[in-house]
């Protein structure tokens, strides 16, 4: 960025208030001096489940408080946005916060000295139907880099809504595009793939698109109703109250994920949507189904609190450089589970999956069926014969195969 472009901007040099608002409404203020604090300035609306203190006691906290840090970008956008600016600011955790201004997933909104212009929003059909020769993802980074406030690693932007005319108005939502490097290729066409197969098998994930030119993956977002009200979103680092280090988001095991849902949504329709998901990432051999790769939504008064609908689900077994192992914990180990396993965790405490088995069969003919009949799978070589394998794998009952997976070592290590 030149410096008449920052000017003209009028980005600050550095972010030390932030007026946080849930919604439109203001919650409380957060500083940063020698360390971070919270105040809040009401009582009726919190900013976190893990936050909810009767009274006005505020909260300190070293390092900036999970709910805040949770959705701050990691890795390629991350390096993007702190290397563009780097000459004019001091680009830390609360400014890249601010800079998420009301854009940020979920129901919180940051007011500051940072205030951008209005997004211009680009049309769901040029990206998918984008065919020229200069590439489009590095112009959609450049146009919305600024307001680049999602959490994860692989390059993405997050572009809002715009009208798309037809033979009826139809009104889109905002959408994350996603796109891949060297080290995954193909990761689009993977993971379109792994998202309709949710569908296929009823898990409800949010609608998806794969560009013609296989360059970008698109994800309708999820974090506001079809009335446009935004919900709260809580990922599992967050609720599990842990910090927001790159490492943090693998620890920890799928038995607590299930636990923790139970405690929060007190919800036997939760757990067991959780367990699905988790089975279907068993069975479709997702390695990267992290803390971070589940949330909880609610709505600003908090009495509703559900699950977030699948997403960011790949099936990574087919890449080289990443080790054969679950993200988490699952029966003390983090080797991908047979059958059995997944039936002992449907016994937890506090709640059994009573059809459990029935889940499994269900989930593991519904990827057989939606691979026999998607075009999109025969793009990427071998992504078919792979899956189907990691599905034999799980319901394949103990037969000595589950030795074929290598040990590798972890994704985005
Ligand atoms: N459809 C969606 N609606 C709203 N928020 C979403 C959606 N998809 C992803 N997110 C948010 O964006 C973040 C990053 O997305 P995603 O997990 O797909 O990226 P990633 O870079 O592949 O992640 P990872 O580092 O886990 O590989 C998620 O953690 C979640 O907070
Ligand atoms: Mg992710």
Not at 9 to 17: I, M, Y
Not at 54 to 76: C, M, R, V, W
Not at 105 to 127: F, K, M, N, R
Request: aromatic share 8%; hydrophobic share 35%.
């Amino acid at each position: 960025m030149s410096n008449t472009e920052s000017k003209k901007l009028e980005l600050p040099s550095q972010v030390s208030n932030i007026t946080v608002c849930v919604g439109d409404i203001e919650a409380g203020l957060l500083t940063h001096g020698s360390a971070h604090h919270f105040q809040p300035t009401q009582e009726a609306l919190h900013v976190s489940l893990t936050m909810t203190r009767k009274g006005l006691d505020g909260y300190s906290s070293g390092a900036l408080h999970p709910i805040f840090s949770q959705n701050l970008p990691e890795g390629f956008n991350r390096r993007f946005i702190a290397e563009k600016l780097a000459r004019y600011a001091k680009v830390d955790d609360m400014y890249l916060l601010a800079l998420q201004g009301d854009q940020g997933i979920g129901a919180l909104s940051y007011q500051s000295d940072i205030c951008l212009p209005e997004l211009e929003p680009v049309a769901l059909d040029d990206i998918l139907s984008y065919s020229s020769a200069s590439p489009l993802f590095p112009q959609l980074l450049e146009k919305y880099y600024l307001r680049n406030s999602l959490a994860g690693v692989q390059p993405k932007v997050s572009v809002p809504h715009s009208e798309v005319t037809t033979e009826r108005t139809v009104e889109q939502r905002d959408i994350i595009v996603k796109t891949f490097d060297a080290e995954f290729p193909l990761l689009t066409v993977n993971e379109f793939v792994c998202m309709e197969a949710a569908r296929w098998c009823g898990l409800e994930p949010p609608k998806t698109y794969l560009s013609k030119n296989l360059e970008h993956y698109v994800v309708e977002r999820f974090d506001s109703t079809d009335a446009g009200v935004r919900l709260g979103y809580e990922d599992f680092t967050t609720l599990m109250k842990k910090p927001n280090d790159p490492d943090a988001k693998y620890s920890g095991s799928y038995e607590a994920l299930l636990q923790a849902t139970l405690i929060y949504t007190r919800s036997q329709i939760e757990v067991e949507k959780l367990y699905s998901y988790l089975v279907f990432n068993c069975l479709i051999g997702n390695g990267d189904a992290h803390l971070k790769n589940f949330a909880l939504q609610y709505t600003a008064n908090m009495n509703d609190i559900f699950l977030s609908p699948p997403f960011d689900i790949t099936h990574t077994l087919i890449y080289d450089t990443i080790d054969n192992k679950m993200a988490l914990k699952l029966a003390n180990g983090k080797a991908f589970p047979d059958t059995a396993t997944l039936l002992r965790l449907a016994e937890g405490k506090g709640y059994r999956i009573r059809n459990a088995r029935e889940i499994i069969e269900q989930l593991a003919d519904g990827i057989m069926e939606y691979l026999k009949q998607s075009n999109e799978v025969q793009l990427l070589q071998g992504l078919r014969e792979s899956i189907e394998s990691s599905v034999a794998q799980v319901t394949a009952k103990s037969m000595g195969i589950t030795k074929l997976r290598r040990d590798r070592r972890k994704k985005y290590e």
